[in-house]
């Protein structure tokens, strides 16, 4: 348990199911690998089959993450990278110059994610050194560094010093800031500033929450968090499906036949810029898209695939919809 005391300020304690909480705090619900939702696993993404040493993740051709750090301001509970955050690992980067090596020999890399942990937790001089290495590479053409500090932790950003650098980085390739609001509650005056000093950098920041059982499982929750990040300058991306993680799944996954219906009725509300989110798995095979749904029959669309699986790359499915299945493994095709 890792809570930094500015989040741990958002708890209403007067609240048994502040949803902040339940972000936060671990509860005896973790204990169950298996239950009612199915099957467990530790690694759902895939990262340990697309892991190319010093830390490189590469699934997708035109992309490489960075596993710089394993260390986070605060461990969230439903991480379903859990099993490795804040444990000393091989899927840390210890020389950074090997996976700045690996990225200059594959050409088709256009793009590098730096992920963790958290890596704005990483100190300036050493980030800043980090970012220079891949200035230089011709063929990368942007770069996207995944934190949730913006969050719980946003006083990170009134940092001068590492500020002004983003800025001038951003300015020789562009730079992107994917950050992870999960709801409403999460948007304070203080993550308002931060935001916004991120902004006048001239970095656009994305938002990629989790589709969360007792965090932001109502239309209410989805609409005001849409309409709460659009407010304060940040793209709604993605909604992700609760991955099958264990100690995650049996608490916090909410049925895709119930989540659907929830995303469906939010959008109908959701002016244009808060509705263009895309609600997804992010599954090994690659992201996938949860398009809708008519009566038990689940359509879904592949908008990223592994590279061996080349005409999955925008693959339509439609999957036959059980009240209980919350991931494609618990459901079955339909040839249509």
Not at 184 to 198: F, G, M, P, S, W
Not at 270 to 276: C, I, Q, S, V
Not at 310 to 329: F, R
């Amino acid at each position: 348990m890792n809570i930094p005391r500015y989040y741990l300020s958002l708890i209403d304690e007067n609240n048994p199911n502040d949803p902040i909480k339940k972000l936060a705090f671990p509860s005896d619900e973790e204990l169950v690998i298996a239950g009612s939702m199915g099957e467990t696993t530790k690694d759902p993404y895939g990262d340990d089959k697309h892991n190319k040493g010093n830390g490189i993740l590469h699934k997708y051709p035109y992309s490489a993450l960075i596993v710089a750090t394993d260390y986070c301001s605060m461990y969230c509970r439903h991480c379903f990278r859990k099993a490795i955050v804040g444990l000393p690992n091989d899927k840390t980067v210890e020389n950074f110059q090997k996976a700045l090596e690996y990225i200059k020999e594959h050409k088709e890399i256009t793009n590098v994610i730096i992920s963790g942990g958290d890596p704005f937790l990483i100190d300036t001089q050493k980030l800043k050194r980090m970012l220079e290495g891949l200035k230089t590479i011709d063929h990368v053409n942007f770069v996207r560094i995944g934190t949730r500090t913006p969050v719980v932790y946003p006083m990170r950003f009134f940092d001068e010093e590492l500020m002004e650098y983003l800025k001038e980085f951003n300015k020789v390739k562009p730079l992107f800031i994917p950050t992870h609001f999960n709801h409403v509650n999460e948007i304070t005056e203080t993550a308002t500033q931060a935001v916004l000093k991120i902004r006048e950098a001239g970095i656009a920041v994305n938002n990629q929450a989790v589709f969360l059982k007792g965090v932001n499982d109502s239309v209410k929750d989805i609409e005001d968090l849409m309409s709460g990040l659009t407010k304060i300058g940040v793209n709604p991306y993605y909604l992700y499906q609760c991955m099958p993680v264990s100690r995650v799944r049996n608490h916090f996954q909410i049925p895709l036949k119930e989540g659907i219906d929830i995303v469906d009725e939010a959008k109908e509300k959701l002016d244009g810029y808060a509705k263009r989110f895309k609600f997804i798995m992010g599954h090994d095979k690659g992201k996938i898209e949860i398009v809708g749904r008519q009566n038990d029959n689940l359509f879904l669309k592949h908008i990223h695939s592994r590279p061996e699986f080349p005409k999955d790359a925008s693959k339509m499915m439609v999957m036959k919809l059980s009240d209980g299945a919350g991931w494609l493994e618990d459901m079955e095709e339909i040839n249509l």
